[in-house]
């Protein structure tokens, strides 16, 4: 393994305040620290999600709902090296190191608040209603061009994910790149990530309306999100776009502190203009203040990349080489699901899939949308299958007439809604004269797929995977496409 260690027995016992019940490890070290399964390896510090403090969300995301820490120590027998943390007194006989706490949950945290404290490197913090992850991971890689660079892990972005993230800096690192959602950034559970993570950079991608109960409108999203800039040290850096809402906001919070306003000539010192787009491909010529290129990428979509701009003006701030920079955009690719483009042939047609299913804001649908409406025109045929956006309660009327006039503008042939919740965006529908199916489950969305499919189709699936089939539905279709292209291949082979 390339991390370096990070954490010794007696240091996890110390800061924890926990007593070992079995095989008092001296000496041992550790790689990483955990507590979603997900992230289970050897030589590796694990955290039962046990007893009062962890909220539903985390008890889910981390796969222990139900476990016991008996359950939690088979679970992790075929990993060398581990430890477990854990409130609850195992009964079997165990050859793993246990260490008994309090409170696992309160102990996650000491274990951040420690491992932050000897951190020498800087922090890039990034939040935003949507692009956080993306845009760290742009950044990430980006940074990897001039040091190795540590980056969160997955969505884990609330408070608890923060801890996460900070339990496991290497201590003598130089760049970190962390995402905070909005919650963790106003407070949650009597914990604030602003003094946790303590960054000194703090890049905005994007402000929308989302979670309305709590942030009812954008202005007051802008205002809960640019309390990560307000936050920042006297040497700290606010980096946003020039085209995102509420920049006034932002602006403000930025107050005195170094900004970089990407996009606004004389704020930034990088430019990124599409020169040419195809479906899964832009082409850019990215300019700093002494070089200019042309380069491909596989990011697509404004807001990505309006991300990409961001991550390279930060990146360019710290010292990464601009020609490495360039040569680096046409390496990286989007995660999974995320503006995901897959092309097959079926007999004589031709289909292209693009997947945004990852998760659903107003902000990505627009994004995305923009996108599909500049390539319509080379497309013959054009299914949208349309999900919900989660969090907007009360405003469905709202946010859904948008959509729906973003969705006319791009004129497909067919929508299908694949969710329950969608009257609002049904009506609006058809009120512009658009054909409109609606799908209750996997199965049935996908045989509507199917039965609409002609040649030169762009198949189109956006909405939040939560509560909903979505991810499903576009694992079924890829499947069922790259089966089809396969037996059409071997056909004609």
Request: hydrophobic share 35%; net charge positive.
């Amino acid at each position: 393994m390339s991390e370096p260690i990070l954490w010794t027995a007696e240091e996890v016992q110390r800061v924890t305040g926990g007593t070992w019940l079995e095989l008092n490890p001296q000496g041992r070290k550790y790689r990483r620290c955990t507590f979603p399964t997900k992230y289970l390896d050897s030589d590796c510090v694990v955290i039962h999600v046990h007893g009062p403090g962890w909220p539903d969300k985390c008890i889910d995301g981390s796969h222990q709902r139900g476990m016991t820490s008996d359950d939690l120590i088979r679970r992790i027998q075929n990993y060398s090296n581990t430890m477990v943390i854990t409130s609850q007194r195992p009964t079997m006989p165990t050859g793993t190191p246990v260490l008994l706490v309090r409170s696992t949950y309160d102990a996650l945290f000491a274990l951040a608040v420690y491992q932050r404290s000897r951190y020498e490197g800087r922090i890039i913090g990034i939040t935003g209603t949507a692009g956080k992850s993306s845009t760290r991971d742009f950044l990430a890689a980006l940074l990897d061009i001039k040091v190795p660079t540590f980056a969160s892990f997955g969505n884990w972005n609330a408070i608890e994910g923060n801890a996460l993230s900070l339990a496991n800096l290497p201590p003598k690192g130089e760049l970190a790149v962390i995402e905070i959602s909005a919650g963790a950034i106003d407070g949650l559970r009597r914990r604030n990530s602003l003094e946790l993570v303590r960054h000194h950079d703090a890049i905005i991608t994007s402000i929308g309306v989302n979670l309305t109960s709590k942030t009812p409108t954008a202005k007051y999203v802008a205002e809960i999100k640019s309390m990560l800039f307000s936050a920042l040290p006297d040497d700290g850096c606010a980096y946003f776009s020039s085209a995102v809402q509420e920049i006034e906001t932002l602006i403000a919070s930025a107050g005195s502190h170094k900004r970089r306003i990407v996009g606004r000539p004389g704020e930034s010192s990088i430019s990124v203009e599409i020169v040419g787009e195809e479906l899964g491909k832009t082409h850019l010529r990215i300019s700093f203040l002494d070089y200019t290129a042309d380069v491909s990428t596989n990011i697509i979509g404004s807001g990505q990349l309006s991300n990409l701009a961001l991550a390279l003006q930060c990146a360019a701030d710290l010292g990464a080489d601009p020609r490495k920079l360039v040569e680096k955009v046409s390496e990286i690719t989007l995660q999974k699901r995320k503006m995901e483009v897959k092309n097959y042939t079926l007999s004589d047609k031709s289909v292209h899939l693009l997947n945004d299913c990852h998760n659903a804001t107003l902000v990505s649908f627009s994004s995305a949308l923009n996108y599909l409406d500049r390539l319509s025109r080379g497309f013959r045929n054009q299914i949208f299958v349309i999900g919900k956006i989660v969090h907007i309660e009360g405003w469905e009327k709202h946010v859904y007439e948008t959509l729906s006039h973003d969705l006319k503008r791009c004129n497909p042939k067919t929508v299908i809604l694949f969710a329950d919740g969608l009257d609002p965006l049904e009506h609006e529908l058809k009120s512009l004269n658009m054909n409109v199916l609606r799908a209750t489950d996997a199965k049935e969305a996908l045989k509507l797929i199917r039965r609409n499919i002609t040649d030169q189709t762009l198949i189109f699936l956006k909405g939040s995977h939560r509560g909903t089939e979505m991810r499903e539905l576009g694992d079924s279709l890829q499947k069922h496409l790259r089966k089809r292209s396969v037996e059409y291949a071997s056909a004609n082979a």
